[in-house]
């Protein structure tokens, strides 16, 4: 009976787990089925181009080799007249028209030569067509590839899809093509940068109201400033740089130091995945096996040095020599050039320190009062825009000296030249946009000395002293207002000058022709009245993202939000860059390349750079070091290996020191005596530093707690440098160059072409064998 009930009660229990499965499994069903709906309406990979809407998207599947006119029976030709596409139909016109003599004469060779003595006025492939269309894409498909380029990559409307680089390759060449293959790379991975930057802000943000330095300083109501310039400036109340500290605070948190980590290694994996990225490109493309052909000797070099000749040992051709002294004395006056423009980005920069220093006091003796009680906040904004214009004024001079010293090198070939105008240029730039940020970083507030002995430029102005909250806050300023307007310049000269330009252009042939002649332009006459290429190719687009790059790298411990920056910009920068190729320029000549040149190498000395950079500003412009010096070794925890928020109790305390205000000199002794906090003069007053007070023996000389912190600083600097560094170098280690199923595929296409090859010279040496035992003839020993 107690069995019968146990069966019983298994069987009931048994049906009841499965009537509440079915139910689950019903609801879940229903759920699915909802989601399915709701998966439904959205786009399936929304990212990727429709191919099949987009038809000449498709790429045929098959093996490639250098075209031989030789062995054209063993390549696939379905019409001779589209077997080459545009790109290379145009490069190979243009190789023939360089070559082609169209006078008697040792020098009347080639298309350039009456470019540059105006027989023609310019030389250029044609588009094909127009970009725009009447129909939709969609239904009627594309009218040419520039109308399939503008729709589905220069067209704002596919601003988050992926580029057609096989189609750009087509259009464009192989090098534009790779430039925006690197473009979308690096935009690709900025998105985990500009996260992981978003993420420290956020946490900066949230953490905001448990900061115990920032609450020290805002209810530090009884904590009197010395004056941070002299006479005009007054004392301040400790409390009324709340605002600077909780904003410092949103920059210089605790995930700072990782943050700062995570972009060295980000940029590690950024350069090491372009190249297996770039590899995968160089196979699709056929650029593995392609090498340069001998590049010729440039008109310039060859008409400099013809009477000198030598037996070049490659051709065994005679060619023209520079002697080895003439070409030192060129590099030796190129290099004087080059010191002399940094000199004046030097001056350029002095000149802004001297106005921040007299400006400040300038500021504080101001009717405004909005103005006169931020007085330092309106000398850095003001000063960082000054220092804006005289950033671009320069950049135009730099280009013609560069262009000057370059062409002084009498560089041999085409690429040397190029090689020597791109590493001068971006030395001019970077030292030109840098300069003052690096002022900021590591030398503001550093050498100014202390209240009654301060260091002054030429005996007369006093230097310039960071903000009560610290340095930080004028470095961030610094660079988010040259990166948005930086950015923001040059969208408007890419895009918004050429647009103009062509708008007055077709304003001019509407008000000459009439609108109906207009239209009836031919290709060749609405090409030309389009702008040209940039003389320098490629050199401007890779110019600005390189720059950007060390922007997003460099300092970005001070500014986490620069790769969001940056990711937003590039966004832009794709599309925009697009549009222009596609309709505001004329089309470039195709080229082909195997890579993006000289600016990896740039790329890479960059990463190292923005190591050291970051482990400074880190160490000594950013109060991470001395917060963790007194958690330690001189706040409420010290000894016992904690360092939370509870420790930082009193730090704000512990890192001012006191000044007697009777010891000011005569002109640094400021107006008012500070009656106005307490009600009769005030005797001491706090500043910035780890010093004395003034009635030690030593008065005003160093602490204990100055030389623990300089210490912890200098080992924070080797220990994070040589820390990142074998990171960096352990990810090159791993990280192959090639990908390994590329390299597998590499292989057995070689193995497949070789196998091919074979069986169809076999089959003609069979054919040839028959042919002649038809005729009557035969050949002893032969083979097979």
């Given at each position: 009976m107690g069995f019968l009930l146990d069966w019983l009660h298994f069987c009931c229990s048994s049906r009841r787990k499965i009537y509440y499965l079915h139910r689950r499994y019903k609801f879940m069903n229903r759920i699915e089925k909802q989601i399915s709906r709701f998966r439904g309406w959205l786009p399936r990979k929304p990212m990727k181009l429709d191919k099949e809407t987009l038809p000449d998207l498709e790429e045929n599947d098959c093996y490639t080799a250098p075209f031989s006119?030789?062995?054209?029976?063993?390549?696939?030709?379905?019409?001779?007249?589209?077997?080459?596409?545009n790109a290379t139909r145009s490069r190979i016109v243009h190789h023939i028209l360089q070559r082609v003599k169209y006078e008697e004469g040792k020098n009347k060779i080639g298309l350039n030569r009456l470019l540059s003595n105006g027989s023609y006025e310019a030389a250029f492939p044609l588009h094909e067509g127009s970009y725009r269309s009447k129909n939709s894409i969609k239904t009627h498909g594309a009218e040419n590839h520039r109308h399939l380029l503008y729709e589905c990559w220069a067209s704002?409307?596919?601003?988050?899809?992926?580029?057609?680089?096989?189609?750009?390759?087509?259009?464009?060449g192989e090098k534009i093509g790779l430039y925006f293959a690197w473009l979308g790379w690096y935009t690709g991975m900025l998105f985990p940068a500009a996260f992981i930057g978003l993420f420290v802000f956020l946490y900066g943000v949230t953490t905001l109201n448990h900061c115990q330095v920032s609450k020290e300083v805002c209810q530090a109501t009884d904590i009197i400033m010395c004056p941070i310039c002299d006479k005009y400036c007054p004392f301040m109340r400790l409390s009324d740089s709340c605002i600077y500290a909780k904003v410092t605070h949103l920059f210089d948190n605790g995930a700072t130091v990782f943050f700062a980590v995570f972009m060295a290694v980000w940029a590690t994996v950024f350069l090491e995945f372009w190249k297996r990225r770039r590899a995968v490109i160089a196979y699709d493309w056929d650029l593995i096996d392609w090498e340069e052909e001998e590049e010729e000797i440039r008109p310039q070099f060859e008409a400099k040095y013809s009477k000198k000749e030598r037996m070049n040992p490659i051709s065994g051709k005679p060619e023209p020599y520079q002697a080895f002294a003439d070409k030192c004395s060129r590099l030796i006056v190129s290099a004087s050039g080059i010191f002399f423009m940094i000199c004046v980005v030097i001056a350029a920069v002095f000149g802004i320190v001297i106005y921040r220093v007299v400006t400040v006091s300038t500021f504080a003796a101001f009717k405004w009062a909005l103005i006169r009680n931020n007085s330092q906040v309106a000398t850095t904004g003001t000063a960082v825009c000054i220092n804006f214009c005289i950033i671009m004024l320069l950049n135009v001079l730099y280009e013609k000296v560069a262009l000057f010293l370059t062409n002084l090198e009498q560089p041999r070939t085409e690429s040397e030249w190029e090689n020597s105008f791109t590493l001068k240029m971006f030395l001019f730039q970077f030292v030109n946009l840098n300069s003052s940020t690096f002022y900021i970083a590591f030398f503001l507030g550093r050498f100014t000395g202390h209240p009654g002995a301060y260091l002054r430029l030429i005996n007369r102005w006093r230097l310039e002293e960071c903000h009560p909250s610290g340095c930080l806050i004028d470095l961030c300023m610094q660079m988010g207002i040259i990166m948005v307007l930086k950015q923001t310049w040059n969208n408007f000269m890419e895009l918004g000058y050429p647009l103009i330009q062509n708008w007055w252009t077709r304003r001019k042939l509407r008000q000459e022709y009439g609108t109906q002649r207009k239209t009836s332009f031919p290709q060749w006459e609405k090409d030309y009245n389009l702008q040209p290429m940039n003389a320098y190719g490629l050199f401007d687009e890779y110019l600005e993202m390189i720059l950007q790059f060390g922007f997003?790298?460099?300092?970005?411990?001070?500014?986490?939000?620069?790769?969001?920056?940056?990711?937003?910009?590039?966004?832009?920068?794709?599309?925009?860059d697009a549009y222009k190729f596609v309709t505001q320029w004329r089309r470039p000549l195709a080229s082909r390349a195997k890579d993006i040149g000289i600016w990896y190498g740039i790329l890479e000395g960059i990463g190292i750079l923005s190591v050291i950079t970051n482990a400074f500003v880190i160490a000594v412009t950013s109060d991470f070091i001395p917060r963790l010096v007194y958690a330690y070794k001189y706040g409420p925890c010290a000894g016992q290996g904690e360092a939370g928020q509870k420790c930082m109790v009193g730090y704000v305390n512990a890192s001012l020191s006191v000044f007697l205000v009777s010891d000011f000199e005569n002109r640094s002794e400021p107006t008012s005596n500070g009656s106005e906090f307490s009600g009769s003069p005030l005797k001491y007053c706090r500043y910035r530093d780890y010093r004395d007070p003034p009635h030690s023996p030593v008065p005003y000389g160093y602490t204990l707690q100055f030389w623990h912190v300089l210490a912890a600083r200098l080992a924070f600097i080797i220990v994070f440098e040589h820390l990142v560094f074998c990171i960096k170098h352990l990810i090159s280690y791993l990280i192959p160059d090639l990908?390994?199923?590329?390299?597998?595929?590499?292989?057995?296409?070689?193995?497949l072409i070789q196998?091919?090859?074979?069986e169809a010279e076999l089959e003609r040496l069979q054919k040839e064998r028959k042919e002649r035992k038809k005729n009557g003839k035969s050949y002893h020993n032969e083979w097979p």
């Open positions: 006119q030789q062995r054209i029976h063993h390549f696939i030709i379905h019409n001779k007249d589209t077997f080459f596409n704002w409307g596919v601003w988050y899809k992926y580029q057609p680089l096989d189609l750009v390759r087509r259009y464009f997003t790298t460099i300092f970005v411990a001070a500014f986490p939000l620069a790769p969001l920056l940056a990711l937003l910009n590039n966004i832009i920068e794709i599309r925009l990908p390994k199923d590329l390299r597998d595929r590499m292989r057995r296409e070689k193995y196998e091919m090859m074979y």
